[in-house]
């Protein structure tokens, strides 16, 4: 009986959190003429999906988007944890002197909105004649002060004796940080990729100031360059580009499900 | 020298002095526990000749070599953790295994899948399966090999980390509180494996305890450390027989050692509540007799005392007593049955009776000879 009630109450509101999304996967699959009548209906009179997804796939270099995008999210996802987690080891367990004032520096960070650097950082990458690159895209996220902060409270909760029985035995503190400290701290560093691969697959802002056209453009950056430039409105067609778009996240969610859970609980990052 | 060499050692935490002046020598073989109650820096010494804190002062010298500023890794010592410190993510095989492998394989052949390409690496790696295979059989881990941490009793995790701690043969082996995790029954067999191992391995070993009756039972010598100095450092029966200071005779026994206060006159003779006691001393005025609970006996004349309360132990009643305004603790023979509010004479053999001089120190004492 609780078991049921439970289960209708998140059903309810997985429902009404997917809603748009189960929205635009259904005018996907609709003619366009069929999207604006007055009334409303989840399943298609006619089904459109083979017009719709083949005008996307014909008109926009879906490849090259999704390509892009995962160049970009992999590589800001190695950097930030190539420095991420031996700055969270150091600032969780080593002690130096300053180290107080570099962590107080790591939480200044976390105010800062990223959209705040964004002008004097397109200034340089301009100077530096970086625009329209991967480098450009990937850069200016590689230090994460959200993941050493992650990273800083999760390694914190290791014993010391493990580090120490570690350097008994001969480990030096990069051998610790990669042979200890990282297989023992899996579920934070599944949560903190999930959440940098989504923030960065979906973010619309930093590509567009930073790219132009379709080498580099990202697939959040693709959707919008097919809304303006071929699309119009089409919008059966635009919703099933934004399918195609996001889902290589849903997929890679789905397979992670179970570890990403893990993380969330674990690192107390849930609320 | 070989074996572990403490000299003059250091430290404080803030104002804290917590180790002072401490010198130490363990050769080669010998298990020396460090013994004193919680707070008095035991932990820290040990941690100081780990190399996992430095100290403000002394130096830390192993197998001839001066080690004070050494990594930890560079000072050939091993050491078992109160809470073991296991890999929690590596098998019993392969947590046995890493001291080797950090020390037998060279940086390029410990890279995953590329360092087994090397020429030799698998060769070396075998070896070192053999070793830990060796060191795993007698402790009866062998059926483990390829259990995680997690899935390990307490007991089985204790030995983990002695075999952990052996398999590269360390010059000295440091235990810290090794024990206190196990139930009480564990924790007295464990204590033969332990020096069994120590017996193997013949490393120093510095076993730190709160605990006298390991001390006194695994130990070939005992040092006491009370408020960060060693006060007195000997086998078990020297500790316990002849302790040179008042604080290490009442540290150590259970019961507690009973501590009377006498008095010893201008000829030397030593007086409790003006009777005399048959003991000569050097010295003069106040001073403290100690006896241990089993030197004093109920008796048919002696000093007159109060029986408060008895605890049957079994083999032996405690008699709980009072002497005068002091609380004493005997042992009397369970035959003798005593009851709370009887009048009892006590009397002691001042051959096992210890003084000691308001200071604190040691007198000497020797019996008066009758005429």
């Given amino acids: 009986m609780g078991n049921a009630a439970r289960l209708a109450v998140l059903g309810l509101l997985a429902l009404l959190f997917m809603a748009p999304y189960i929205w635009m996967i259904s005018a996907s699959l609709k003619p366009t003429d069929e999207l604006f009548r007055a009334h409303m209906a989840?399943?298609?009179?006619?089904?459109?999906?083979?017009e719709n997804y083949g005008r996307v796939l014909r008109e926009v270099p879906v490849a090259q988007y999704l390509w892009n995008g995962v160049v970009m999210c992999g590589g800001i996802l190695v950097f930030q944890l190539l420095f991420a987690i031996p700055a969270g080891y150091a600032l969780a367990k080593l002690r130096f002197a300053g180290r107080d004032w570099v962590f107080g520096a790591v939480m200044l960070g976390l105010l800062v909105p990223a959209h705040v650097p964004a002008l004097p950082l397109y200034v340089a990458f301009s100077g530096m004649g970086l625009l329209n690159s991967f480098a450009a895209l990937i850069i200016p996220s590689t230090i994460s002060v959200f993941g050493i902060f992650l990273f800083r409270q999760f390694f914190k909760s290791l014993p010391?004796?493990?580090?120490?029985?570690?350097?008994?035995?001969?480990m030096g503190e990069a051998a610790i940080v990669w042979r200890v400290v990282l297989p023992n701290a899996w579920p934070a560093a599944t949560a903190f990729a999930i959440f940098s691969v989504v923030a960065h697959w979906n973010d619309l802002f930093w590509p567009l100031i930073v790219t132009t056209g379709q080498a580099y453009a990202t697939p959040a950056l693709g959707v919008?360059?097919?809304?303006?430039?071929?699309?119009?409105?089409?919008?059966?067609?635009?919703?099933?580009?934004?399918?195609?778009?996001?889902?290589?996240?849903?997929?890679?969610?789905?397979?992670?499900?179970r570890r990403f859970v893990e993380g969330i609980a674990t690192t107390g990052l849930k609320g | 020298m070989r074996g572990l060499l403490l000299d003059g050692l250091d430290k404080s935490f803030g104002a804290t002095r917590v180790l002072r002046n401490v010198r130490l020598a363990v050769p080669p073989g010998e298990f020396v526990a460090l013994l004193g109650p919680s707070g008095c820096g035991k932990s820290t010494l040990l941690r100081i000749v780990a190399g996992i804190e430095a100290p403000d002062a002394g130096r830390v010298t192993i197998d001839g070599r001066d080690v004070t500023r050494a990594h930890p890794g560079a000072r050939d010592v091993a050491m078992v953790f109160q809470n073991y410190a296991l890999y929690p993510h590596l098998t019993v095989r392969q947590n046995i295994a890493v001291p080797l492998m950090m020390r037998r394989l060279s940086a390029w052949r410990r890279v995953p899948v590329l360092g087994g390409l090397l020429p030799g690496t698998a060769a070396q790696r075998?070896?070192?399966?053999?070793?830990?295979?060796?060191?795993?059989?007698?402790?009866?881990?062998?059926?483990?090999?390829?259990?995680?941490?997690?899935?390990?009793?307490?007991?089985?995790?204790?030995?983990?980390?002695?075999?952990?701690?052996?398999?590269?043969?360390?010059?000295?082996?440091?235990?810290?509180?090794?024990?206190?995790?196990?139930?009480?029954?564990?924790?007295?067999?464990?204590?033969?494996?332990?020096?069994?191992?120590?017996?193997?391995?013949?490393?120093?070993?510095?076993?730190?305890?709160?605990?006298?009756?390991?001390?006194?039972?695994?130990a070939d010598r005992v040092a006491v450390m009370l408020g960060g100095e060693i006060v007195q450092v000997g086998t078990p029966t020297e500790i316990y027989e002849n302790p040179v200071d008042l604080r290490v005779a009442s540290f150590i026994g259970s019961p507690r050692i009973n501590l009377l206060p006498a008095h010893a006159g201008e000829d030397g003779a030593v007086r409790l509540q003006g009777v005399a006691t048959g003991l000569v001393t050097t010295a003069r005025g106040k001073l403290t007799l100690a006896i241990r609970p089993e030197a004093l006996e109920p008796a048919h004349s002696g000093w007159p005392a109060l029986v408060e309360h008895t605890e049957y132990l079994g083999e032996t009643t405690l008699l709980h007593a009072r002497l005068d305004t002091t609380a004493v603790v005997l042992r009397a023979p369970v035959s003798q049955g005593f009851a709370p509010g009887q009048p009892v004479m006590l009397r002691f053999d001042p051959a096992r009776a210890l003084l000691f001089g308001e200071d604190g120190h040691r007198l000497p004492a020797h019996e008066a000879q009758h005429a």
Avoid at chain 2, 148 to 157: E, K, N, T, Y
Avoid at chain 2, 175 to 183: F, G, K, M, R
Wanted: hydrophobic content about 50%; overall charge negative; proline content about 5%.
């Fill in chain 1, 42 to 50: 989840l399943i298609p009179e006619r089904f459109a999906a083979i």
């Fill in chain 1, 160 to 170: 010391d004796e493990l580090i120490h029985a570690a350097r008994i035995d001969g």
């Fill in chain 1, 224 to 257: 919008l360059h097919f809304r303006t430039e071929e699309a119009g409105d089409d919008f059966a067609a635009l919703m099933a580009a934004c399918v195609i778009m996001t889902a290589p996240l849903v997929l890679a969610f789905l397979l992670a499900q």
């Fill in chain 2, 126 to 218: 075998r070896d070192i399966q053999a070793d830990v295979t060796r060191i795993a059989e007698p402790l009866g881990l062998a059926p483990l090999l390829d259990r995680r941490p997690a899935q390990l009793s307490g007991g089985q995790r204790q030995r983990v980390a002695l075999a952990r701690a052996v398999v590269r043969s360390p010059h000295v082996f440091l235990l810290d509180e090794p024990l206190s995790n196990l139930d009480a029954a564990l924790r007295v067999t464990t204590r033969r494996e332990i020096v069994d191992i120590h017996r193997r391995v013949g490393a120093a070993t510095l076993y730190v305890t709160h605990d006298q009756a390991e001390a006194l039972t695994m």
